[in-house]
C-alpha cells in the first residue's frame, strides 16, 4: 500500500489512474519516483473538497520540504514533485493522506537516490 512506505522508498508508479498499491524498488536501479512525505488533509473536512483544493494542500506541503530532502530550492532543481491523492470514494471512507514523490522533470527515470544531492 502506498501509506506503507517510508522516507526515501523508490517505486515505479503503477499503470492507470487509481492508484492502491505500489512495489518498493532498489533507488541503485532505474525508478520512476522517490517517496519523501506526506501531508495528513484533516482541516479539509466534510465533504470531499475537490481534486484542485486536495491537490493545492499536497503541493503546498510536499513544496515545503522539498528543499530539506533534495538539498537545493524547488526552482534551481531538475526534479518536479509528483503526488498522489485521495479521491472522493476513498475520502469518504476516511483516506485523508497525500503522498509526496519526486521524479524527473522529462520523465527518465531516476538512478539512485535524490535525498540531499541538491539536483
Known amino acids: 500500500m502506498v501509506h506503507q512506505l517510508a522516507i526515501g ?10 492508484v492502491v498499491a505500489v512495489s518498493r524498488l532498489d533507488c541503485g536501479q532505474p525508478h520512476d519516483a522517490e517517496y ?4 495528513n488533509l484533516t482541516g479539509l473536512g466534510e465533504p470531499y473538497p475537490g481534486v484542485e483544493i486536495v491537490g493545492d494542500e499536497i503541493i503546498e506541503s510536499c513544496l515545503a520540504r522539498f528543499e530539506d ?3 537545493i530550492d524547488y526552482e534551481s532543481s531538475s ?3 509528483a503526488f498522489i491523492y485521495p479521491e472522493e470514494d ?7 493522506r497525500g503522498e509526496c514523490f519526486l ?4 520523465g527518465s527515470k531516476l538512478i539512485g537516490s ?3 544531492t541538491a539536483v
Open 90 to 96: 476513498g475520502w469518504s471512507i476516511g483516506n485523508r
Open 69 to 71: 530532502y533534495v538539498g
Open 36 to 39: 519523501f512525505g506526506f501531508v
Open 79 to 81: 526534479l518536479e514533485i
Open 9 to 18: 522508498d523508490c517505486i515505479d508508479f503503477p499503470v492507470g489512474s487509481v
Open 114 to 116: 535524490v535525498e540531499d
Open 103 to 106: 521524479v524527473t522533470v522529462d
